[in-house]
């Protein structure tokens, strides 16, 4: 039996975004299209010609980060052209080799630039605040509480995000848990107190302020540089990214209680997933949640081995052995946080996002959190 052509089911077409705006990298720049559907219409008729692939221009996550090396990269670039037996070719870029910053991406899938991309949630979280409200520092202490959150939330961010942001969620990514790095001796969370703590997204922020911590946002690629030179005295982020970039070789103690987890959040401009044959939305409507789950159970294992190589201790096979010192999060470091993010970190998300915003919090999150959102008071 032969398997259906990806291209029977449309016109082969040229469908190149034209003008499309560069952006660029230290080395080199990459113009960044749309979407490619093989041939030109008159080669297509030939009765003996074959069509060229479909090309597919896809934007991923961080390069140095376990995630798209692992899984974005050999899905796109082998697992998705197999499957449609070279009927679909790929080219995809890690968006900080792109020269795309944090808050850039969601803008650039909006207008087509990037036809699909993956989105860092953290990095939307002052553009729109209501979607990033799943993954909020404090909020999701282990992945048990991270997939209820994503359960209750998922249908509400999906449709909002096409409906107000034109953009058609196709999977949802959890980096490893953001863990606390420090330079010098560090028991617990009260020792935060006047440092200068590198954070990812304001939300992170709002969490360690009431620690008496000065938070920094730098990009991840500034993190060791930072902390080698003493501008940077903590930094927040993954447990295993953190090992990758070498930052356990000058950093001295490891707090390894989740901040946030650094979900993204990968989809397609509306007008490009349109633009798909049907049978191909179809097979990635099947593709990507297996993308998913793995990327999930990777981030989770990865969790535990990024603590286990900063420490030291235990199977390493995936970063470097260091000999950092684990702070646990101690009980009162564990209640401390809950008030934080209640008292500080959920209102601050209030303030960014407004009082509509607060039905939506009480009606999916709160009874996955336990915390309800209250409405701030209006000025005179």
Known sequence: MTTPSILSSVPVRAALVRGAPKIFCASMAVTLLAVAFG???????????????????????????????????????KTLPALTQGQVSTEIVPFDKAGIRTNEMMRLMQLGVVPFGTILMGGILTSDPELA?????????DMVSLRRSVAAFRPHLEQMMRERHGIEVLAIYAYPAQVTFCSRAFTGLADLAGRRVRISNPSQADLIRPFGAVPLQT?????????????????ITGAMSGNTIGLHEVATHLHTSATTWGLSVFGANVGAWQSLPPNLKQLLRAELPKLEKAVWVDS????????????????????KPGRMKEVPASATDEKKLRVSFRDSVLPAWVERCGNTCVPVWNRLLAPVTGIRAETRATKP
């Open 39 to 77: 041939m030109p219409s008159h080669t297509a008729q030939a009765a003996d010609s074959v069509p060229a692939p479909l090309r597919l221009r896809i934007v991923g996550g961080l390069a140095s980060g376990n995630q798209y090396p692992r899984h974005e990269a050999p899905f796109w670039q």
């Open 133 to 141: 409200a799943l993954d909020l520092a404090g909020m999701n202490p």
């Open 219 to 235: 990009e991840f690629s500034a993190v060791v540089a930072g902390v080698r030179s003493g501008n940077v005295d903590c930094a």
């Open 300 to 319: 989770e294992r990865l969790t535990n081995e990024g603590v286990a190589c900063n420490v030291g201790r235990g199977a390493c096979d995936s970063g």
